[in-house]
């Protein structure tokens, strides 16, 4: 195999335009629940100020449940987060889609990098034989985002009827008591955003891989397998770490990393002499992440891994390929995470 520093290029560059894909779309919904907001926090503020004034303690479920003016900022705020959610779908499909039009021609460069001088037999082909897999991926993605975002609106709305209804301290200013509360129930509003986020990254980079994995099949003819790229980077958890560098066959799915993961799945060539070419090729230049890892400050390896995992891997009482396990996850699919300290300890 032939994986050199072209091939990692075009793997990095690949992953790096999908990601800025996905920060692209998280911008969009990030402004449209702050425009959101800004429209109901003067009349949550009006609402809750007429409801404490005068009081000197946090009013029960059932006024709370039963004033009007509150109800009514509570109805505008359902109504945007239904619109906000739509939204989300719009923009999380449009996302998915770009992604595995991309695929295509980024797993052809990917493939093409390693394979003997002459010999480069992939070209996307827009409309060619693999775009009746993008297409059902595409599909795929559509079906599970909308899925995703139908609870996203109820919830929020669930969430912020909660802190409603639970209260702050009223202290000697009702109006101070009133400002918290709206604070409050502007977080429980944008916990909508946090679930809006996810869902664009993790079902865009699951599109992505599963038209890799596509295009990669198409190609199994040249391929001996994919490998983990997680990018060697201070945002990278330690599992997606350890898991760098591992090789998989192309019937295995993934990288199947944690929620919100960015890591990609690279095609790897067969050897230039099982491709029939008598020729040594160049050596594979994939980074070793244990050994980038040692070789980062200090201060780095602190914050990717924590201290108690800095201290048990300095002391060799953990191996690399430790830090990393793989979960079940009811309703998704197994995953490796960070593996938890007492299960280090343990081992
Ligand atoms: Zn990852």
Excluded at 5 to 28: E, M, P, Q
Excluded at 50 to 67: H, K, S
Excluded at 170 to 188: H, L, T
Aim: proline share 5%.
């Amino acid at each position: 195999m032939a994986f050199t520093s072209k091939t990692l290029g075009l793997a990095r560059a690949a992953i790096t335009a999908a990601g800025r894909a996905v920060d692209a779309v998280i911008r969009t919904l990030t402004a449209a629940w702050v425009r959101a907001w800004d429209a109901l926090t003067a009349p949550f503020t009006t609402a809750l100020d007429a409801l404490l004034a005068g009081r000197e303690d946090w009013p029960g479920r059932r006024t709370i449940e039963t004033d009007p003016a509150l109800q009514q900022a509570l109805g505008d705020a359902a109504a945007a987060l239904d619109t906000l959610a739509e939204l989300t779908a719009t923009e999380a499909t449009r996302a998915a889609s770009a992604a595995t039009e991309r695929a295509a021609a980024d797993q052809a460069a990917i493939i093409d990098s390693q394979l003997p001088p002459g010999r480069a037999t992939m070209t996307p082909r827009p409309g060619g034989f693999h775009q009746r897999a993008i297409d059902a991926i595409n599909t795929r993605a559509q079906q599970r985002i909308i899925s995703l975002t139908r609870p996203l609106s109820r919830d929020a709305d669930a969430a912020m009827r909660r802190e409603l209804v639970r209260g702050v301290q009223v202290g000697r200013n009702p109006r101070d008591s009133a400002r918290r509360m709206v604070k409050q129930v502007e977080g429980a509003f944008n916990g909508g955003l946090t679930r809006a986020s996810t869902i664009a990254r993790t079902e865009t980079i699951s599109a992505y891989r599963e038209a890799a994995a596509a295009i990669q099949d198409a190609s199994r003819d040249v391929l001996a397998g994919w490998t983990w790229l997680a990018e060697l980077s201070d945002r990278t958890c330690i599992a997606c770490w350890s898991r760098h560098g591992t090789d998989h066959p192309l019937t295995e799915p993934g990288p199947q990393g944690h929620v919100n993961c960015r890591c990609s799945r690279a095609p790897r060539a067969m050897s230039w002499r099982d491709l029939g070419i008598d020729l040594d090729e160049p050596e594979d230049d994939i980074p070793n992440a244990e050994a980038a890892f040692w070789a980062l400050p200090r201060a780095t390896q602190l914050r990717i891994m924590g201290a108690a995992r800095l201290e048990l891997f300095d002391r060799g009482a953990v191996a690399w390929e430790d830090f990393a396990q793989l979960r079940d996850n009811p309703g998704w699919r197994p995953s490796w995470n960070v593996t938890p300290i007492k299960d280090l300890v343990s081992r």
